[in-house]
Structures are given as structure tokens and as C-alpha cells.
Nanobody
Framework: QVRLVESGGGLVQAGGSLRLSCEASGNVFKINSLDWYRQSPGKQRELVAGLDSGGHTYYSDSVRGRFTLSRDSAKNAVYLEMNTLKPEDTAVYYC???????????????????WGQGTQVTVTS
């Protein structure tokens, strides 16, 4: 069983910074790719940033230059460093990852997609 857990959200003033974490736990062999989404009340979930299977990062126009992705493969974790935060960054942030996991019982592996539970980011003006 694989779980994705986000953490690091909180309340911060405009111009401040937060670092979100998304960690995969369980029988995880590797995070192949991972996207960060956010959703604020009354709005659709939007893609914020991502890390593809080749290790390349991409960002939405609204966060490029302010947000930075990084990963720690040993911890099966991906981080979203958010700087110069704005009130419009307020949302619940979710990670969505393609994960290769293994089964100790059958000595097999599989690739599946998982969502985390979300972490609230609130930026005050």
C-alpha cells in the first residue's frame, strides 16, 4: 500500500515563504513523476508545478520564478519551495504522483497514480 502525504502548509503573510513536502510511504520503489495542484474555493483545481519522469520541472505562469521543485529520492519525497507568496496563492495544495511500488509477496512491481490529502496554504495581505 502506497500513501502520499503532504505537509508544510500554513498561514503566512504576503511576501513570505513556505516549503511543502510530498512524501510517498509504503512499498515504494520510486516516484516516477509528480505534479502539484492547488484548489481554492469556487475554482477548479489547477496545475502549479511538476516533475516529469526525465527529471525536468515545469511551472505555471502564475508561479514561475517564485516556486521551485526539488526532490530527495532517498526519502521518496518532492518539495515545493514557495517564495514571495501572494494572497492569490491561497489554496489547498495537492500532490499527484506516478509511483512504482513493489509487492514483497509476489516479487512484482506496478505503476499507479496516487493523490495526497492536501495541505492548506493561506496567504494574508
Amino acid at each position: 500500500q502506497v500513501r502520499l502525504v503532504e505537509s508544510g502548509g500554513g498561514l503566512v503573510q504576503a511576501g513570505g515563504s513556505l516549503r511543502l513536502s510530498c512524501e510517498a510511504s509504503g512499498n515504494v520503489f520510486k516516484i516516477n513523476s509528480l505534479d502539484w495542484y492547488r484548489q481554492s474555493p469556487g475554482k477548479q483545481r489547477e496545475l502549479v508545478a511538476g516533475l516529469d519522469s526525465g527529471g525536468h520541472t515545469y511551472y505555471s505562469d502564475s508561479v514561475r520564478g517564485r516556486f521551485t521543485l526539488s526532490r530527495d529520492s532517498a526519502k521518496n519525497a518532492v518539495y515545493l519551495e514557495m517564495n514571495t507568496l501572494k494572497p492569490e496563492d491561497t489554496a489547498v495544495y495537492y500532490c499527484n504522483a506516478d509511483v512504482t511500488s513493489y509487492s514483497t509477496g509476489t516479487f512484482s512491481s506496478s505503476i499507479d497514480q496516487y493523490w495526497g490529502q492536501g495541505t492548506q496554504v493561506t496567504v494574508t495581505s
